[in-house]
Structures are given as structure tokens and as C-alpha cells.
């Protein structure tokens, strides 16, 4: 009976993994509406694989449905609230419904949380991300005081002291611009 229990869970994790590959590859592909079928279809096989529900959450983003996204990155994020990726993408989905100060607490907690390979530059993204909402809703106080911590992380690359020089423009820190 142990054998064959076993036997069933690979069983069950193989066929999981094989539509998760399917769907990875219709979300880099942009095609959603299929990844999104294929996500679900892994998850009847393993309901809890984290993995699993991050890539359909993201296909559902693309999709447009960010309500049904938003459930699945909740979960995520009481489960880990430590990830990048579920609190950026937490963070563009407050931004997009009005949620202001939601949009602030997880873009915060994306720049200073665990990411996956290149930390450095998936924080300084999120940062830049976090600076161009910040414009958007016109709260150019705060947007400088990003900026600032921005360009104490920044290396002397010119194409990034280049875009930070906008971005103090932006904000309309004339002189912070000039030095950029």
C-alpha cells in the first residue's frame, strides 16, 4: 500500500509539473488565457504549490482580473509576506484601484524584501517603481525622499545617474538634478 501511495503522489507531481511548464511557457509568451487554464489544471494536482499560484496570479494580472489575482497574492503573502514578488505585484494591483497607502506599505516591503537571484537590482526596480507612482500622484516630498536612497544604492553607470537626473527633475529637486 506504501508503494503504491508513492507511486500515486509522483504520479500526481509529474502531471502538476508538466502543466506549470505549459503554463510558464504561455505567460513568457504572453498568452494568458491559456496559461491560466494550465495553472489551474497544475494546482488540482498540488492545490498548495506556491510556485504554482504565484505564475497563475500573474497570468490573472495579465488577464486583466486583478480581484482574482489579488486573492491568490493575499494568500501568498500571509504565507511568506517576505516576498518580493508577491508584494510588487500586491503593490501595482493597490496602485491601479486607488489604494494609495496599501500601494505604499508593499512597495515598501518589495524593496526590502527576499528576491529571487539579483536582489540589488529587483529592489532598485521596485524603488524606481515606487518613484514613478509617487509622481504620478503627485507627492513629490515623498517621491524625493526615495530618490535620495535611490542614489545612495546607485552605482556611477551614466545611463542610471542619467535617469535619476529625470527623475529629481520630475520631482522638482533642481538642484539634486544637476549633480545627477
Known amino acids: 500500500v506504501a508503494g503504491l501511495s508513492r507511486l500515486f503522489h509522483a504520479q ?16 513568457n509568451a504572453k498568452k494568458f488565457d491559456p496559461a491560466v487554464l494550465e495553472f489551474h489544471t497544475a494546482l488540482r ?20 482580473r486583478t480581484s482574482e489575482a489579488y486573492s491568490y497574492l493575499i494568500n501568498l503573502w500571509e504565507q511568506e509576506p517576505e516576498d518580493g514578488l508577491v508584494n510588487l505585484a500586491l503593490a501595482r494591483i493597490a496602485a491601479q484601484t486607488g489604494g494609495t ?15 529571487p537571484g539579483d536582489g540589488e537590482q529587483q529592489r532598485r526596480a521596485a524603488r524606481v517603481e515606487l518613484i514613478e507612482y509617487l509622481l504620478k500622484i503627485n507627492a513629490k516630498a515623498q517621491a524625493q525622499a526615495e530618490l535620495m536612497a535611490l542614489a545612495a544604492n546607485l552605482g556611477d553607470e551614466s ?22
Open 12 to 27: 500526481q507531481d509529474s502531471l502538476g509539473n508538466r502543466w506549470f511548464t505549459r503554463g510558464v511557457a504561455d505567460l
Open 45 to 64: 494536482y498540488s492545490r498548495d504549490n506556491y510556485s504554482y499560484q504565484l505564475n497563475l496570479a500573474e497570468a490573472l494580472i495579465g488577464l486583466g
Open 101 to 115: 497607502n496599501q500601494a505604499l506599505r508593499y512597495y515598501h516591503n518589495a524593496i526590502y524584501a527576499t528576491w
Open 159 to 180: 545611463a542610471e545617474q542619467a535617469h535619476l537626473g529625470d527623475l529629481f527633475l520630475r520631482s522638482q529637486d533642481y538642484q539634486h538634478a544637476l549633480s545627477a
